[in-house]
């Protein structure tokens, strides 16, 4: 279904889009960043705390490493603006790492884990929780993007085909 390559792909293009966000992002003042502007979670920092949880949580499934503080109903609140910009590198760096040692053996295998969510066991196709963590990453980061440019910011473009061909380094760092 997916192969490792697709995987770090995926990884190179999160960690591209997170820079891009957080960037603009950062020229808002915190008002502007907590302001509601009609998305699911409300704000941009909201919508990049339940993305920074999600994918927490997700990275906890695939490679067993720790997994987010806060429960499903905390995700909105789990991180507020300095911590997204202190932890988001590091977990980019994570899901990085882990798409550079993936095996296509094990991306053919299954995943089981606990759904605190809906409270049970679930098996599924392993590729297809890789795909997961991608496909939300790609909607909640088009969501902020819309919001970021209805606040007057101006993120990179978000196709593929334009990813650069090196790895910049965060700059809020």
Not at 51 to 67: K, V, Y
């Amino acid at each position: 279904m997916i192969t490792q390559g697709y995987c770090r792909t995926m990884a190179r293009y999160n960690a591209w889009q997170n820079r891009s966000i957080y960037t603009a992002a950062a020229g808002l003042t915190p008002e502007a960043r907590e302001m509601d502007r009609g998305a699911f979670f409300g704000s941009i920092r909201a919508t990049l705390s339940h993305l920074m949880w999600a994918d927490t949580t997700w990275m906890s499934r695939l490679d067993g490493g720790p997994g987010p503080e806060a429960g499903f109903s905390q995700t909105a609140q789990a991180y507020g603006w300095v911590d997204l910009v202190a932890e988001r590198p590091q977990l980019d760096a994570r899901i990085t790492a882990w798409a550079e040692q993936v095996s296509d053996a094990t991306l053919a295998g299954e995943l089981t884990w606990y759904s605190g969510m809906v409270g049970r066991e679930m098996r599924k196709d392993f590729a297809l929780c890789v795909m997961q963590i991608f496909n939300h990453q790609t909607h909640h980061r088009g969501q902020v993007h819309a919001m970021l440019t209805a606040a007057g910011a101006e993120p990179e473009a978000t196709d593929l085909p334009f990813i650069p061909e090196q790895d910049a380094v965060w700059p809020l760092a």
